[in-house]
Structure formats: structure tokens, C-alpha cells
T-cell receptor
Framework: AQSVTQLDSHVSVSEGTPVLLRCNYS??????LFWYVQHPNKGLQLLLK??????LVKGINGFEAEFKKSETSFHLTKPSAHMSDAAEYFC??????????????FGSGTRLSIRP | NAGVTQTPKFQVLKTGQSMTLQCAQD?????MSWYRQDPGMGLRLIHY???????DQGEVPNGYNVSRSTTEDFPLRLLSAAPSQTSVYFC???????????????????FGAGSRLTVL
């Protein structure tokens, strides 16, 4: 069985400060892990993905995430927040490579707010 | 631009009315799916299709029907709308439809912009 838990429903940071969005997962398979971003009234856009290569994954807009198997975590970070980063972020887990639709599991989302 | 197109963007229905949410993609993706997004619940899979003529149920299929007569289109039908179906609906696609060997990025989805449905 698989599951994904986003530990914070809402994170608020000041512009220019670091961002940390936390995600823990459980999976019976070797997992693929993803972060998607959703800006207001928009669809979801892929931010980055982990598919069993390097454990530190770099994504778009300066975001990165580190896969830590021992901690079953895939936290999303950015060194310096920008106002345009304000959005909803989703952590997603699925079995590595195998495209089984029913096994793509979305977290409940973390809303990131940026204070001027 | 290539991608997933959903229509309408907004719709208000009365209880008991029927309607169809349209989804079209021009990337020749085999796999298409419908999700609903509700506050605090992430995205939940309604129905999906791994190719033309093939559909299957997801986590929350009740009250919804789908068909897949072409590779490009995957409409979602509400036969008798209920207030519990008030939600934002997303269509998503990817290639391949069904991988028999590990494929890097096999589960990367391309999403439409969403359809916001209100049932009164």
C-alpha cells in the first residue's frame, strides 16, 4: 500500500527567506516521488521528480527536494522565497516506472504564502 | 500550444441536471484521467483510460460516467448532479498508457486548467 502525508496544510514565510515544505511517504514498491505546484485558478504543473537516480533532485524556479529513504521523506526546499512562489504544492507518490493509474497518490496539499 | 484543454471553465447546475465536462489533448497520450479536487483532500481519481475503448474506475467513480472513443477526447458525464459533486475537476494525461517495463517518468501527468462546478 502507498500513502503520502504533507505535514503542513499552510506555510507562511517572508520574501527572501528559505522555504521548507514537508512530505512523508510510505510505499510497498520502490517509489517515484513528485512535487506539483498549482497557482490560483490554474492546473497542476510538475515542479520536480525523483525516479531512483540522484537523491537530490533539482526542479524549476530554484526548488529542490531530497529523497531520504531512511526517513521516508521527500521535503521540498528553496533557499530564498519569491512572491511568485505563493501557490498550493502537492507531493505525489507512485510505484517507480509502472504506470498503474490507481496507484498515483496525491498528498492533501500545502498552501505557501509569502509575506512582503 | 500543445496540452490538455478542458471546457467549460465554470459551470453552475441545479440538483438533478446533467452535463458533460470536456477534455481534449493533442499530445497523442494514451492515458487520460479525471480527478476532483476538494479542500484539504488533495486530488482524487474518478475515472481513467489507458487507451481508446478502455476505461476503468478510480477512487470516487459514483455519479460519473466516462467514455473514450478517440485517443484525443475523454469526456466526463454527470447524469444527475448532486451538491456533493460541487468541486474543481481536472483532466490529466500522460504517455504511455500502460508500461510493461519500468519507464522513467511514466507517471508524470500533464494537467488541464480545471473546471469549477457548482451544484445548487
Amino acid at each position: 500500500a502507498q500513502s503520502v502525508t504533507q505535514l503542513d496544510s499552510h506555510v507562511s514565510v517572508s520574501e527572501g527567506t528559505p522555504v521548507l515544505l514537508r512530505c512523508n511517504y510510505s510505499s510497498s514498491y520502490s517509489p517515484s516521488l513528485f512535487w506539483y505546484v498549482q497557482h490560483p485558478n490554474k492546473g497542476l504543473q510538475l515542479l520536480l521528480k525523483y525516479t531512483s537516480a540522484a537523491t537530490l533532485v533539482k526542479g524549476i524556479n530554484g526548488f529542490e527536494a531530497e529523497f531520504k529513504k531512511s526517513e521516508t521523506s521527500f521535503h521540498l526546499t528553496k533557499p530564498s522565497a519569491h512572491m511568485s512562489d505563493a501557490a498550493e504544492y502537492f507531493c505525489v507518490v507512485s510505484p517507480f516506472g509502472y504506470s498503474s493509474a490507481s496507484k498515483i497518490i496525491f498528498g492533501s496539499g500545502t498552501r505557501l504564502s509569502i509575506r512582503p | 500550444n500543445a496540452g490538455v484543454t478542458q471546457t467549460p471553465k465554470f459551470q453552475v447546475l441545479k440538483t438533478g441536471q446533467s452535463m458533460t465536462l470536456q477534455c481534449a489533448q493533442d499530445m497523442n497520450h494514451e492515458y487520460m484521467s479525471w480527478y476532483r479536487q476538494d479542500p484539504g483532500m488533495g486530488l482524487r481519481l474518478i475515472h481513467y483510460s489507458v487507451g481508446a475503448g478502455i476505461t476503468d474506475q478510480g477512487e470516487v467513480p459514483n455519479g460519473y460516467n466516462v467514455s473514450r472513443s478517440t485517443t484525443e477526447d475523454f469526456p466526463l458525464r454527470l447524469l444527475s448532479a448532486a451538491p456533493s459533486q460541487t468541486s474543481v475537476y481536472f483532466c490529466a494525461s500522460r504517455s504511455p498508457g500502460r508500461a510493461r517495463r519500468p519507464v522513467s517518468g511514466a507517471n508524470v501527468l500533464t494537467f488541464g486548467a480545471g473546471s469549477r462546478l457548482t451544484v445548487l
